[in-house]
Structure formats: C-alpha cells, structure tokens
C-alpha cells in the first residue's frame, strides 16, 4: 500500500507507540460522552480561553469547542444556535469521507488504492476516456489531484462546475464525464466532484448506503448517535459536502486521528492513514506562508504542525498533536483559522496542571453564558409605511432564487411572514411561513427540511426595511432589503454563500 511505502518502518513505529499510548487506561474515550475539566486542571489558562470566546463572538462563530487531554476545557454556542443541535459540516464532509474510505481499507472492503477509478464504474458508458482519465485511481480522488477539469476556487468566485453537477441529474455521471485539463497526480484542484465518486465507490465497495456504513464501521464505535446526510439524485450520500453532525461529534473524529486512528484499544483506521496526513506531501498551491499540504480529504499546517479538516463559511475541526488539543468551530463567515490556531495553542501553556485561577475560571463561564444569550439589535420605530404594506401579498417575475410570493404582517401581535419558493425539479411550490422579530431579536422556529430558520427585521428608514434570516443549523445568513414604492417592493437579496440578486415584485391586491 502506497502508505506504508511512503512511510515505511518510521511510520509503523510511529503507529505503534501511539497504540500504546492510545490504549493507556489513563486516556478517556468519549465513546459515551466527553468528560469536562477547568482549564487549568489540563494545563490551559482560563483566561486566555475567554478571550478566545469573545474572539469567537466576533469572528461570527456558531460553536466553539476545546479538548485537551481528551476532555473538554471550553464549549460555547452562540445564539440563535444551541448545544445539540447539528450543524453543516460544509467540506469537513471530505474528511469524513476520507475517514471511511480508511476505514473500509482496514476492513479489507477496499484493496489498492492504486485501482483505477474507471474499473469501478465499468457498466457506465463514460465519455472522453482518454489514457488521463483511465490514469486517475482512488489514491488520486483523496489527494484531489485527479487532473479533472473542475472549477470550484477556494475563493469568493462563484464554484461554477459544483453548482453545474447539483442542477444534473446524474451526478455521478457528470463527473465521471468531465474532460481532462492535465495528467492525474500532477497538480492539486479542489474538486467535490472526485469526493462524490468516492462516497459512490464506497457504497459499491461496502454494499451499503454511506451513511449507513458510516453508521456500522465509525459513527458507532465513535459514540456518534446523530448524523443527517444530503443525497444525489440517485441516493448517493453527497461526497464532498452535505453531512450534518454536532460539534460534540465532530470532536470525536478528531480524536481519533490525535490517537492514530485507535480509539478505545480497536484500530478503526490502517496504522499509517493518520500519518500519511501528518506527513502530507500535496501542496495546495496557494502560494501562501505558511505553506498549507492536503491528503485525504485534510488540510495541514506542516509550520504548525496543524491538521484540519475544513468546510466552507469555517466549518473546522482541528487537531493539534504537539498540544494534544481539538478544537471544533462551526460558523457563517469564511475567516483565516491560522490566528484560531495560535490563540489555541497559546492558550495551552503547560503538559501539567496550572495554578487553579478561580477569577479567570468565572471570566469564562461568564463569557460562555453571555454568547448564549441573543443581544438585541437598534431597532427604530416603525413608520406609517408599516401600516400601509402589512398584510399585502407581493408577487414576483421568475428570478434567481425562485421567489414567487411574499406576504410580512408587520402589525399583528404576533409579526409573522409568508414566503413561497419554487418546488426543486418541477416540484410543487414550497411554502415557508413564521413569525418574525421586530424587537432586535430573532425569532426561530423549525421550518421542515432546513431546520431552524430564525428571522428578524427592522425599519431602515421611513421606505426601507431589511429582514435578516438564519438558517441556523447550516450557518446560512441571508439579507432582503425592501424598497416601498407605492404598489411595488424592490428587494436587493444578498447571502453569505456569495450570492446576490435583485428582485422586483408587484401587490395582488
């Protein structure tokens, strides 16, 4: 195997003493739930943490987590989000995938990583099958260097071919079909597309759907007991996003790379997989100091001697060896982790206990509490507009995000809304309805299919008034700015995604 080849007897020495050092009787598995500790009982200031809260505050943060010496030193949810709730894990979902794909190799259920691909999939008729693309093998989509053309930049540019393969209802299809830009192996791309051929292999390989293998071969063992995972036209789990798990969770998957793939004396992963992406050799080919390496589905930090798996609008789970730390972060802004980074190791200042400081000790509780609690936003009052445009239903041309029908009632004892989209795929229009804040303060209610949606809004001026929408178990930040004039409403619709629009829409009545 192309691991241990790479790594040889350095890596299965590696591999073994962190075995034993995994099945110390010292080291808690979290299989039943983590065990909490001070900060300073692990060697971690208190202080130092609720700074890091508060930068969290203001980094737009929906979770922070902390573990040292596998014990949680610092867990904080910022409102609307809550503690057991699931959250878009975005593109860790890679490294999940990745994960098993690991997992399936232990279990014998995937041989060569060096099998091409194309084999895989001999009942498809795939287009373009030059020498290139029978040249790309498993070890080609993990290390995402498959050469397919593929447009997906870790930018603020639109992902033009992820977006093209989720309106196609093949995806698995649309990927395997997609033309070469250069030879597998030479350059790295980001590419969710060879992710979902992944999770596709993985469900011919195990015979079993991939979040139920999941389930079976490392959620269980793992002690996940909730998972929610987005599906292909087909029933194929999403490869390279839509998987949903609480930071708790997400935790426990970081654990278990810090111990080498060993959790609670079983070897659910090769003894070489977590080192081959401790030593990744990949570069990402940002140009960037420091200089970041992928495998597998995680980023990694070789200056820092950080590894990460990493999801859009700062999904994270980090896991840092030197300090024995892992840190969880879920999110609705995309951010550098390198300064979470060196907060978190700064804030580990020794391998044994500190000093108990009972004043930095309540500094965190205080702070963890406080980023619990929803502050209000400025709210003004509203104008004699607010009387005019309550109650009135407003009709839309087709537009970009399917739009059909808005209906606010702004002066009811309960201010609610009523919006209906169009159905996905010829489905029929759906239909979201809910109250609304007009006090500062969200308003959050289960909507179905995407989760909690917490919505609030406020009067700009005497013509303008903007509505704010969380979807809070996915992160998702979505503006709509309403311009009155008389029988029309101008709406500018702007998201976190990186989408925009702007819409105009009519009275009925």
Known sequence: MRLLATLGLAGALLAGAAAAAAD????????????????????????????????GAASDMDSLLVVRHGRIVAEAYYAPFRHGQQHLVNSVTKAVVGTLVGVAV???????????????????????????????????????????????PLSEAPPETMLQMARSRDWVG??????????????????????????????????????????????????????????????IRTGGFGLYLQPCDMAKIGYLYLHRGRWAGEQLLPPAWS?????????????????????????????????????FLNQLIIVLPEVDV????????????????????????????????????????????????????????????????????????SNLIGLRSLRVELTAVEPHYEIVFDGWAGAAPRRIAGLI?????????????????AVKGHWLNDHEFEVTARTVGEGIVTTYLHSFHGNEVDIAFTSNRGFSARLRGTASD
């Not at 080291?27 to 943490?49: Q, Y």
């Not at 084999?119 to 989509?141: G, M, N, P, V």
């Not at 200042?349 to 936003?377: F, K, M, N, Q």
């Not at 804040?437 to 949606?453: A, I, K, S, Y």
């Open 174 to 235: 649309f990927v395997l079909d997609r033309p070469m830009a250069q030879p597998p192996g030479r350059a790295f791309n980001y590419d969710s597309g060879t992710w979902h051929l992944l999770s596709a292999i993985l469900t011919k390989k195990t015979g079993m759907d991939t979040l139920a293998y999941a389930r079976q071969a490392l959620f269980r063992p793992l002690g996940i007991a909730e998972a929610t995972w987005h599906q292909d036209p087909q029933g």
């Open 437 to 453: 804040g007009l006090d500062g303060r969200f308003r959050t209610q289960d909507v179905g299919v995407d989760g909690p949606l």
């Open 275 to 311: 080192e081959h992406v401790f030593h990744a050799s990949v570069d990402m080919g940002f140009g960037s100091t420091p200089a970041l390496r992928y495998a597998n589905g995680w980023w990694t930090v070789p200056e820092k001697r950080a590894y990460l798996a990493v999801g």
């Open 106 to 152: 232990q279990e014998e259920r995937i041989g060569r990583l060096d099998q091409p691909v194309v084999d895989l999939f001999f009942e498809r008729e795939i287009a373009r099958l030059d020498a290139a693309k029978k040249a790309i093998t498993i070890e080609s989509l993990l290390d995402s260097n498959s050469g397919l053309d593929w447009n997906e």
């Open 326 to 397: 892992v840190a969880v972060v879920t999110g609705r802004r995309r951010s550098s982790f390198l300064p979470l980074i060196d907060r978190i190791v700064a804030a580990a200042r020794s391998s044994s206990p500190l000093p108990a400081d009972a004043s930095a000790g309540a500094r965190l509780a205080a702070r963890i509490r406080e980023a619990a609690v929803e502050r209000a936003t400025p709210v003004m009052a509203p104008p004699p507009l607010a009387q005019t445009v309550s109650g009135r239903t407003w009709k839309f041309e």
């Open 24 to 55: 110390s009787a010292a080291t808690p598995w979290p299989t039943a739930g983590w065990e909490t500790s001070t900060p300073e009982a692990e060697g971690m200031s208190s202080s130092a943490l609720a700074d890091l809260v508060d930068f």
